[in-house]
């Protein structure tokens, strides 16, 4: 990828995140854009990192962790892909936060693994909230009982919420699902559950990040906008 393009995509990127803190009365330290990476050589996140990026997102554990040994040690990696709990170990304390918990039994594996690596590992509850049949996560009516249950865990901390809104050609037809996040967020910091906070907002991408941070996300993750349109057949598994 050229440079110059990568460059222009970012500040762009920037500009428009800017733009919609601003709309939303929010400063825009409050949100942190998290560059999606998965599929992109590690010299392109390189280039990424030396236009200054430092939140880089990624789909496969093989794939991270490859990415992860080669680049920069200053660079906070997010795993917002869907983990499987045998793939767990390979991750667990190496990353700035698990996005897409969706099962206790994938917080328990991810508490055994911390326990070991003596460490507490950040995560946030992913939440179906359009209640997809195709998608992972947890419906709204179950992500407080769920976050209660997490809570438990001694190795795990809950930080947030997490969505992936559904793929529609208008953004504003995800408001909806941004405001009912937003709601369920506020509802579980009102429960005060020990263990939980409820700080992070992870939603938004490249179609519709401008919509989610009207709304209250505090985490937007971009790919194609920021790294153009992705080869999955490159990918290496
Ligand atoms: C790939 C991916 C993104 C980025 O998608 P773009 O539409 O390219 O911005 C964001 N979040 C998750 C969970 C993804 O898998």
Redesign the pocket.
């Known amino acids: 990828m050229r440079m110059t393009m990568l460059k222009e995509n970012l500040e762009l990127v920037e500009k428009r995140i800017a733009e919609a803190c601003a709309r939303a009365g929010r400063a825009r330290e409050d949100v942190t854009l998290i560059a999606?990476s998965?599929t992109k050589p590690a010299s392109v996140l390189r280039e990424a990192y030396d236009l200054g990026v430092r939140d880089f997102?990624e789909?496969y554990v093989q794939e991270l962790s490859d990415k992860m040994e080669t680049l920069p040690k200053d660079i906070r990696w997010h795993m917002?892909?869907h983990l499987q709990r045998n793939k767990v170990r390979f991750i667990a304390g190496k990353t700035e936060l698990i996005?897409?918990v969706d099962s206790y039994r994938l917080a328990e594996e991810i508490n055994i693994q911390a326990k070991k690596r003596r460490t507490t590992v950040p995560i946030l509850i992913e939440v179906n909230i359009a209640g997809e049949a195709s998608k992972f996560g947890i419906s709204a009516e179950d992500t407080i009982l769920l976050a209660e249950e997490i809570a438990g865990l001694e190795n795990v901390r809950i930080k947030g919420l997490m969505l992936?809104a559904p793929y529609v050609s208008d953004p504003e037809e995800n408001r909806v699902h941004f405001q009912k996040m937003k709601q369920l967020s506020v509802d579980i910091a009102d429960k005060n559950i020990d263990n939980v906070s409820m700080e992070i907002l992870s939603m938004g991408?490249?179609?519709d990040y401008t919509v989610a941070i009207e709304e209250g996300a505090t985490m937007v993750?971009?790919?194609?906008?920021i790294f153009g349109e992705?080869n999955y057949n490159r990918r290496k598994a």
């Open positions: 999606v998965k997102g789909n917002i892909g996005h897409a992936i991408m490249t179609g993750r971009v790919g194609t906008g992705r």
